[in-house]
């Protein structure tokens, strides 16, 4: 398609939505075009500035992290950064490329199961978290598109994939402890967006959902109901405490078309039939949502558990959610082209700015939020930093993955735009075993190979350094205090680099993503 129809493409897509919402899904570069113009355009009507675009270095951390969960090497740092070209075409490329490698699936499989299963970041289902992550990593690197998925996890055969060696979802139902008012309730907040659980005890006098309809979804889960002629009819759920029985019954009203003899999967079957609808009217915006929120630090949409609560927020970002949505649907439910689309707009690339230089409502989307990172982030990028590989590869089943868990396990957050740390927390990374390993170069090939490396001298060594911690060279006064540092511990240079390595990894620049 020609400039000038993009172009008009664009115009209508701002003032008149609905216009394009039958019309093929652009390219990843003309929807971040379209969502960079209505973000500029809220900024205008409300008078907010926007922050500037970060600089390469920036960015390729910011990227790296948010889309294969780790920071870039040195090498690739001194890659990226010589890179030929505009910034714009290398930030691109770069971004096609991380979404395509296998750090992508890897990570975002970790991000879809704390996502759908939420339990396994505690220590009693924590045994479930290897088996699911390996399973949607398996769907991921072979593009199953993200409405399949959903099919697949929700019409699983429980008894047949409890068998032993097999890759499944089952953590899904463990996690729930296979009940179905506990499946009612996960499955509508993290596929739908939607909050059922104040329902299932009471009828609140603000909420939209009524106990009624908790039950009559949990019923999709439940057994089929035998009948007199010897067949299975739609299964029956009684509500805790009371004398009523309801039959399953969807969420939006639709009518629900039983077969003449139902089997055990045929409720989650058309639930998950109905949920992963095109025209669901919660599904792809949920997903969307989530997506938005993992890249932007926040959602479109808040709370990202209540899509439909009367708390939601409305008006523009909503709109925008909606839009996006529909764009989504349109493209197959391909969360590959969303993420590029999300990352290649100058939304997504704009620098953190700190103060009062941009200071604005945090949903404008008009600077880039600080944000803690996972423990899942903070021990594979300490290995990276140190010149080591993740412990475990992109689709093993628990493989040197213990160390891992142990080490996430202590700097859990619910939202890590918080960009918080605990006494508990800041102490594991000052004292903790790992971060002290990793301060001896005998333990640390970035390290010694810095350290042994004959030539370079000081500065370069130093330079070295800052690129495989923080995907920058230092500034000034702080190669000139890091190199007076090293070269005033003569005989003990190799501990003087690990003393830089400790300083590093534990400022607030390698601790957070912005």
């Not at 093929?24 to 971040?32: C, D, G, I, Q, R």
């Not at 409405?147 to 008894?159: G, H, N, P």
């Not at 907040?189 to 908790?214: E, I, S």
């Not at 370079?456 to 070295?464: M, R, S, Y």
């Amino acid at each position: 398609m020609r400039f000038h129809s993009w172009f008009l493409l664009l115009v209508f897509a701002l003032r008149w939505p609905s216009l394009v919402r039958a019309v093929e899904p652009p390219a990843p570069e003309k929807l971040a075009e379209v969502i960079d113009a209505r973000l500029t355009a809220g900024w205008a009507k409300a008078g907010a500035p926007r922050a500037p675009l970060v600089d390469d270095a920036g960015f390729l951390r910011r990227a790296s992290l948010d889309l294969i969960g780790r920071i870039p090497t040195a090498a690739e740092a001194r890659e990226f950064l010589s890179e030929p070209g505009q910034s714009a075409s290398r930030r691109a490329r770069l971004i096609h490329r991380l979404v395509d490698s296998g750090g992508h699936t890897r990570h975002m499989a970790t991000f879809w199961r704390r996502t759908w299963i939420p339990q396994a970041d505690t220590a009693e289902f924590a045994r479930l978290a290897d088996d699911f992550e390996a399973w949607v990593a398996l769907r991921l690197r072979e593009d199953v598109t993200y409405d399949r998925v959903v099919r697949e996890l929700l019409t699983l055969d429980e008894a047949a994939a409890a068998r032993p060696g097999r890759l499944s979802p089952i953590g899904f139902f463990a996690a729930s402890e296979s009940k179905p008012e506990n499946l009612a309730a996960n499955a509508t907040r993290a596929l739908l967006g939607v909050n059922l659980d104040c329902a299932q005890c009471h009828n609140h006098p603000f909420a939209r959902w009524t106990r009624d309809q908790f039950w009559q979804t949990a019923a999709f889960f439940a057994s089929p109901n035998p009948t007199r002629d010897g067949k299975s009819g739609p299964p029956r759920l009684t509500i805790p405490n009371t004398e009523k029985s309801l039959a399953p019954a969807l969420l939006d009203g639709t009518a629900v078309n039983w077969p003449d003899s139902a089997s055990p999967g045929t409720g989650r079957r058309l639930l998950a039939d109905w949920m992963a609808a095109k025209d669901n009217p919660f599904f792809a915006r949920n997903a969307v949502n989530r997506l938005w929120a993992h890249l932007y630090g926040t959602a479109l949409v808040e709370p990202l558990d209540d899509l439909s609560g009367e708390g939601s927020d409305t008006g523009e970002r909503a709109d925008l959610l909606e839009e996006l949505a529909d764009t989504f649907a349109a493209s197959g439910s391909d969360l590959k082209y969303m993420t590029r689309a999300f990352a290649l707009t100058n939304a997504y690339q704009m620098a953190v700015v700190g103060g009062d230089e941009i200071s604005s409502d945090e949903k404008m989307f008009n600077k880039i939020l600080v944000r803690g990172l996972t423990g899942e982030q903070l021990y594979d990028s300490l290995r990276t930093a140190a010149g080591l590989p993740p412990e475990r590869d992109d689709l093993g089943r628990g493989q040197g993955r213990e160390a891992r868990k142990r080490f996430a396990a202590q700097f859990h957050v619910e939202r890590p735009v918080v960009a918080e740390r605990s006494i508990t927390q800041a102490l594991s990374m000052m004292n903790g075993p790992l971060t002290t390993d990793l301060g001896d170069p005998a333990n640390n090939p970035t390290l010694a190979g810095i350290v042994d490396a004959p030539f370079l001298d000081t500065a370069g060594k130093v330079d070295t350094l800052f690129l495989a911690v923080v995907g920058r060279l230092p500034r000034k006064e702080e190669s000139r205090t890091a190199i007076a540092y090293v070269e005033d511990a003569e005989g003990f240079r190799g501990r003087a680099f690990g003393d830089l390595f400790w300083a590093l990894v534990n400022t607030t620049e390698f601790n957070t993503n912005h």
